[in-house]
Structures are given as C-alpha cells and as structure tokens.
C-alpha cells in the first residue's frame, strides 16, 4: 500500500484559497490515480476530485467545479488540490486517496490507500 499524508487545512473566511497537498511514500507514486474526498459532520465522505496517473486528466464533483483545481507532481510524490472561492459549506475533513491503475470515477470503494485527513474550516 501507499502511504499518505494531508497537509494545508486550516481556518479560511469565505471566498478565500487553501491549498492542500498529500506526500505519498511506499510504492511508485505514478502507478496510481489520486483522488480527493471530504467529510463534514454528519454526512458521508463524498467525491470532489480525481486525477489520472499523469495528471492529463482530471474529473471534479458538481459542487467544486471552476472553483477547485487537482493537480500532480509525480517527481514530488505529491498531489495537490487548489480550492479558490471557499464556501461554508465546503467545511469538512477533507482526505486524499489513492487508486492503483487507472482513473475511472470517483467511487469511494475503489480507492484502497488512504490519508488521515486534513481539517478544512471556512467561516460565513
């Protein structure tokens, strides 16, 4: 399995930024589709966004598209995800995960390495 580690959450006002990045160690950080999920209180961990091996392709949830941007630097091991325009209800733990092969959807299931999540608060 890979290891992951969250970074970059914190306390942002609305329509701020936070940049958020996830190291991965253990295994060969290019054989795998990167994803980016969150939890807020109460709810389910759902989808935001997805990036293939090479970071070509990327696929976002509804309610982050234009504002939210995934991206990858394999030389790093490291995926990153830019949120711009934060919104209250973006607040939540949010996780990074990992997917060996290929990028299909952003299904929780086929994720099967995870990180401990980084807290992500944005106040109205």
């Known amino acids: 399995q890979v290891q992951l580690v969250e970074s970059g959450g914190g306390l942002v006002q609305a329509g701020g930024s936070l940049r958020l990045s996830c190291a991965a160690s253990?295994?060969?950080?290019?054989?795998?589709?990167m994803g980016w999920f969150r939890q807020a209180p109460g709810k389910e961990r759902e989808f935001v966004a997805g990036?293939?091996?090479?970071?070509?392709?990327?696929d976002y949830a509804d309610s982050v598209k234009g504002r939210f941007t995934i991206s990858r630097v394999n030389a790093r091991n490291t995926v990153y995800l830019q949120m711009n325009s934060l919104k209250f209800e973006d607040t939540a733990v949010y996780y990074c995960?990992?997917?060996?092969?290929?990028?299909?959807?952003?299904?929780?299931?086929?994720?099967?390495?995870w990180g401990q999540g980084t807290q992500v608060t944005v106040s109205s």
């Open positions: 995960a990992a997917k060996r092969g290929s990028y299909s959807a952003g299904r929780t299931s086929d994720f099967g390495s």
């Open positions: 253990g295994r060969t950080f290019s054989d795998y589709a």
């Open positions: 990036i293939n091996w090479s970071g070509t392709s990327t």
